[in-house]
T-cell receptor, first 115, second 108 residues
């Protein structure tokens, strides 16, 4: 079974702090994604990566950056946390199938609260 | 930008009844997937239907896909209280796009 793990289930930070959210997958997937989920807005794509050291902006990249130094690890960084970044953050990974993305495997999520 | 939209946003039924949720999308897709999410937990993949398929079954789940109407439906038969969760559709092509979800409550 694919396993996607996230470093924390719950996190509380203060405004202005630098926040690191870590995601690790154990199935040698090329593609990794970071989403945030807010009530009434569904999942919104923040950043994604199709290969090591590669990253692309999703729908809402402002205020975030990412790092993919190793294939299995994709980190989301909040350079200076703000209260509007309080949310559930979900990491996912996939592998290519017939030239397109296939089933996504999700981590359990990190609920981040910024005070 | 959201591509998938689920309908209804919330659904409440009695145990044993069937639950039907619909999903509409805007662009061409390679496949469409349905996910389930229990309150405060991560997403769980339920079923995938490819663009050249029209119907797929998995246990008590039945998914249909109409690419001409750009819509899909998820039917859960003989619902149970444990089916209470939010259900999302996601369209897959060059990227994934998720809908806002349908909140299903099954009353024992």
């Amino acid at each position: 079974d694919v396993k996607v793990t996230q470093s924390s289930r719950y996190l509380v930070k203060r405004t202005g702090e630098k926040v690191f959210l870590e995601c690790v997958q154990d199935m040698d997937h090329e593609n990794m994604f970071w989403y945030r989920q807010d009530p009434g807005l569904g999942l919104r794509l923040i950043y994604f990566s199709y290969d090591v050291k590669m990253k692309e902006k999703g729908d809402i990249p402002e205020g975030y950056s990412v790092s993919r130094e190793k294939k299995e690890r994709f980190s989301l960084i909040l350079e200076s946390a703000s209260t509007n970044q309080t949310s559930m953050y979900l990491c996912a990974s996939t592998t290519w199938s017939s030239g397109a993305t296939d089933t996504q495997y999700f981590g359990p999520g990190t609920r981040l609260t910024v005070l | 930008s959201q591509q998938g939209e689920e309908d209804p946003q919330a659904l409440s039924i009695q145990e044993g009844e069937n639950a039907t949720m619909n999903c509409s999308y805007k662009t061409s897709i390679n496949n469409l997937q349905w996910y389930r999410q229990n309150s405060g937990r991560g997403l769980v993949h339920l079923i995938l239907i490819r663009s050249n398929e029209r119907e797929k079954h998995s246990g008590r789940l039945r998914v249909t896909l109409d690419t001409s109407k750009k819509s899909s439906s998820l039917l859960i038969t003989a619902s149970r209280a444990a089916d209470t969760a939010s259900y999302f559709c996601a369209t897959a092509g060059n990227q994934f796009y998720f809908g806002t979800g349908t909140s299903l409550t099954v009353i024992p």
